[in-house]
């Protein structure tokens, strides 16, 4: 069956360290992979997308990397800070018009 | 200007009930979504709409009914409401189906 893996335990780490979240997929062949924030009580944002032949892209202090062959993208944050404290999600194209979410890992930065 | 507007942002009804949730966007997107998120967070499509017509409809219920009147609008009307129907609902849009979508601020239903 079809499925998107993120970590479903929560990610607690210590402020200015980097943040790595995992994303793993079964029986997909996604051209394009995306990356979402979501706060509390708020809709998911989109932060980055990353291509097939695309092995890593950057954004500030946002870093994603697609590895087709096993199936998975890494999403790093650097420096981190407690306003990074958030649910990410990762999804990609399940079919034409069709995009589909992991459960999403809830990354808490502390002071 | 809020990009994807969705009202009400609460709604609290009796099981039984009918009731409607609306969506616009003023991105010019040719593509628009419903989402289910569930209690344990996770966020379910349940429809989308490209160019107001229906493209996919994942299992939903037929007591769920989406309506585009037109390319910048979704509307979802959901009839007879269970208790289980209680989630929060997201519409978003994209400018190409299934990449870099943009969410409304959610309506959270609670069926009582």
């Known amino acids: 069956s079809q499925k998107i893996e993120q970590n479903s335990e929560a990610l607690n780490i210590q402020e200015g360290k980097t943040a790595t979240l995992t994303c793993n997929y079964t029986?997909?062949?996604?051209?394009?992979l995306q990356w979402y924030r979501q706060d509390p009580g708020r809709g998911p944002v989109f932060l980055l997308l990353i291509r097939e032949n695309e092995k890593e892209k950057r954004k500030e202090r946002l870093k994603v990397t697609f590895d087709t062959t096993l199936k998975q993208s890494l999403f790093h944050i650097t420096a981190s800070q407690p306003a990074d404290s958030a649910t990410y999600l990762c999804?990609?194209?399940?079919?034409?018009?069709?995009?589909?979410f992991g459960a999403g890992t809830r990354l808490a930065v502390h002071p | 200007d809020t990009a994807v507007s969705q009202t009400p942002k609460y709604l609290v009804t009796q099981m039984g009930n009918d009731k409607s949730i609306k969506c616009e966007q003023n991105?010019?997107?040719?593509?628009m979504y419903w989402y289910k998120q569930d209690s344990k967070k996770f966020l379910k499509i349940m429809f989308s709409?490209?160019?107001?017509?229906?493209?996919i409809n994942e299992t939903v219920p037929n007591r769920f009914s989406p309506k585009s009147p037109d390319k910048a609008h979704l509307n979802l009307h959901i009839n007879s409401l269970e208790l289980g129907d209680s989630a929060v609902y997201f519409c978003?849009?994209?400018?190409?189906?299934?990449?870099?979508?943009?969410f409304g601020q959610g309506t959270r239903l609670t069926v009582v």
């Open positions: 999804a990609l194209q399940g079919g034409y018009n069709k995009l589909i």
């Open positions: 709409y490209n160019n107001k017509e229906l493209i």
């Open positions: 978003a849009s994209s400018q190409e189906a299934g990449l870099m979508a943009f």
């Open positions: 991105l010019g997107h040719d593509t």
């Open positions: 029986n997909y062949s996604p051209a394009y």
